[in-house]
């Protein structure tokens, strides 16, 4: 018997406005499409419509949840063109909420993963981890959302009290290895549905191009932070966590070793975090000329690369903005994964390589 | 119909009884599940309050046989499950030769209302959520009949009030066990919540109910949860004392495996359909083997 399902683009599994249609025999998967562009927000024809300053305010609204990767990427790539250096204790501030991000990113995954296999007591456990996050976020930046601290030469806020938030992080530290960890690699129903699920070989995640957490759990060790250091990366001692068994179990693991090494870059980071000034003389938008030219970006955000493209043309107004979000290399790979598989299992895998379409429907 | 029986149906463990015992049930399921959470969870009366939300909600008009139908279908498991519950010797006495086929039957005509509502919708999702209740039905009704026929067979009978109370046979308690291990597929529990799998199927057979109709699957579930525990309370309870202990301890035994379900729901991923056949065929071996050489040993006893 033969079925053609659609999930989405609102249904209980999906996050964000995006479309799966399912060919099914039975309960098997014999081909699937995927259509995106729903919420689509013209997010770079309107940033080459406004002033460098308030494109770090846009660009920050292209994702809910890694924002901050969307304005450090944007001001990173105008600091290029303008020549401006940020002092060392904002690198530092930068690295401390790039991960923050990721950590919380990760949770929100993670939670997103174990309700997808009805796991709904990790579900709240993850959330109830992602508060403190948000509550470090929170503390640092005064939002839990937009933080808005990237600035072109620095950050807008400094972290006054490193220790806070390091007590902070001792809770989720403890929180992950008994909760987090435990369940993602040793419970039984956890694997049941995750082992060798949704396989996707290095070869396909090379032919796809596929970034991040999804391509490192199929064995690329791909990772921009090592690979081309930005802020202060290449200060801190961290690994980048690689799974060769190139299923969904793969991705959980990936991710859950992704945050031990977050906790770790952040307590290397807020306790050597060095004094000095967090930001060069501030710009104003009626003075702010920035030099014509083309410069590019590239951020580990916590679902992989994000690349920011800008061209100047002399003037207050980028002339061209070019965004690509790991979303959009990634999303490719759910048609190749899915098919075979059962269609009870098309919803966890299509969501294991962490899809955001905010991003891409930008 | 004596004066017992009439007691039975519409007192306890029947209808005025079962009623509000589901609703308390279905609470302390939701209860259980959210301190594991470590949410609040929902307040004691909630249920109610769904239940008479639902029914006085308007719901698009549907028209025709189908729509008979998908009103007739929760009606017929209500009333089903009250029957079972009439049956249920929670004071061992009364009751009919062969009235556990009955009970049996009865307990099943909520999962074929259930399958044919799916079908009915002529919803997709519905139309999934019935087939893989149907094979999950028939996977776990194989370790439940197998159960009650180990029961019957240490036993010697299919009379109700013979099989109530504890056994010194080890048959009885396997029973009992198989049991317990088809409830959570019987009310759509974790791990075996595959039908209602709302991450894939939004609700299963239930996604076109709305009102009144939904009120009483709502209903017809918390009964599930009464009949379905009730049954193993009856058969592990010690028979004799005054009635108000025996029913207090028949509740009391029925929430702890409420309470026990529940945290193993909340403790658990969901399984796919097929580890879940795998899941109760495993065991369906182990009883048949067992429910078999108890019978060829009570036969050469006798």
């Known amino acids: ?63 809910g949840i890694c924002s901050n990767v969307h304005s450090l990427s944007f001001c990173q790539a105008v600091e290029q063109l303008t020549g401006a250096e940020p002092p060392e204790r904002a690198l530092y501030i930068r690295v401390i909420l790039a991960e923050l991000e990721r950590l919380h990113s990760h949770f929100l995954w993670s939670g997103i993963a174990a309700k997808l296999i009805g796991f709904k007591t990790i579900f709240m456990a993850c959330f109830t981890l992602r508060e403190k996050v948000m509550d470090a976020l929170s503390a640092i930046s005064g939002n839990r959302v937009n933080y808005g601290m990237n600035r072109i030469g620095g950050v807008n806020r400094d972290i006054t009290d490193p220790k806070a938030v390091l007590a902070i992080l001792d809770e989720m530290e403890r929180g992950i290895s008994s909760t987090i960890i435990p369940i993602f690699l040793e419970d039984k129903t956890v694997a049941s549905r995750c082992k060798g699920v949704g396989i996707l070989t290095q070869e396909q995640a090379k032919a796809m191009g596929a970034v991040g957490p999804l391509a490192r759990a199929s064995g690329v060790p791909q990772d921009i932070r090592k690979a081309a250091p930005y802020a202060a990366y290449d200060r801190f001692d961290f690994k980048v966590p690689v799974e060769t068994t190139c299923d969904v179990r793969a991705r959980l693991v990936v991710h859950a070793l992704e945050m031990i090494e977050s906790c770790s870059i952040l307590r290397q980071a807020l306790s050597t975090l060095p004094e000095g000034p967090f930001h060069t003389t501030p710009p104003t938008a009626a003075r702010f000329k920035v030099p014509a030219g083309t410069a590019v970006s590239r951020v580990e955000a916590p679902r992989g690369e994000v690349f920011y493209q800008i061209t100047s043309n002399g003037t207050d107004i980028p002339e061209r903005v070019r965004v690509r979000t790991p979303t959009f290399m990634n999303m490719a790979t759910v048609r190749f994964t899915v098919l075979g598989q059962e269609l009870a299992d098309s919803p966890l895998i299509q969501a294991s390589c962490d899809p955001c379409y905010s991003c891409t429907d930008r | ?156 009978t299919f009379r109700m009030t013979d099989f109530a109370g504890p056994s010194l046979n080890p048959g009885h308690w396997i029973g009992v066990l198989g049991i317990l291990l088809c409830i959570p597929a019987k009310l759509r529990l974790n791990p075996f919540s595959t039908s209602n799998a709302e991450q894939e199927i939004y609700s299963g057979p239930l996604t076109e109910y709305a009102g009144a109709a939904l009120g009483m699957w709502e209903l017809a579930h918390g009964l599930e949860w009464v009949a379905l525990t009730g049954f193993v309370a009856t058969l592990i309870l010690p028979v004799g004392g005054p009635w108000w202990l025996h029913a207090v301890l028949f509740v009391a035994v029925s929430f702890l495996q409420v309470l026990l379900l529940s945290g193993i729901s909340a403790a658990t991923a969901r399984f796919t359909l097929q580890r879940s056949i795998q899941f109760y065929w495993r065991w369906a071996v182990v009883l048949a083997v067992l429910a078999m050489s108890s019978a060829i040993y009570m036969r050469f006893r006798l």
């Open chain 1, 1 to 63: 018997m033969s079925f053609r399902i659609p999930i989405g683009p609102y249904h209980p599994a999906l996050e964000e406005p995006y479309k799966l249609e399912l060919v099914c025999d039975g309960e098997t998967v014999r081909d699937a499409t995927m259509n995106v562009g729903f919420n689509f927000r013209g997010i770079e024809y309107l940033a080459e419509r406004r002033n460098y300053l308030q494109g770090i305010t846009l660009v920050e609204r292209v994702c």
């Open chain 2, 1 to 156: 119909m004596n004066a017992m029986a009439l007691i039975r149906l519409f007192l306890f463990p029947g209808l005025l009884f079962a009623i509000p015992a589901g609703w308390f049930f279905v609470w302390g399921e939701h209860k259980a599940v959210a301190r594991m959470q470590r949410r609040i969870g929902p307040p004691l009366l909630q249920p109610f309050y769904d239940f008479v939300k639902l029914l006085g909600k308007r719901t698009p008009s549907r028209h025709g046989i189908e729509a008979d139908l998908l009103r007739l279908y929760p009606v017929l498991s209500v009333l089903s499950l009250i029957a079972a519950l009439a049956l249920l010797p929670v004071f061992p006495t009364g009751g009919f030769s062969g009235d556990g086929i009955l009970f049996v039957a009865l307990l099943e005509m909520p999962s074929i209302c259930f399958i044919l509502a799916g079908f009915t919708s002529g919803s997709i999702y519905g139309q999934i959520g019935s087939i893989r209740e149907a094979v999950l039905s028939v996977a776990s009704n194989l370790v439940f009949l197998l159960a009650i026929v180990t029961i019957a067979v240490t036993e010697s």
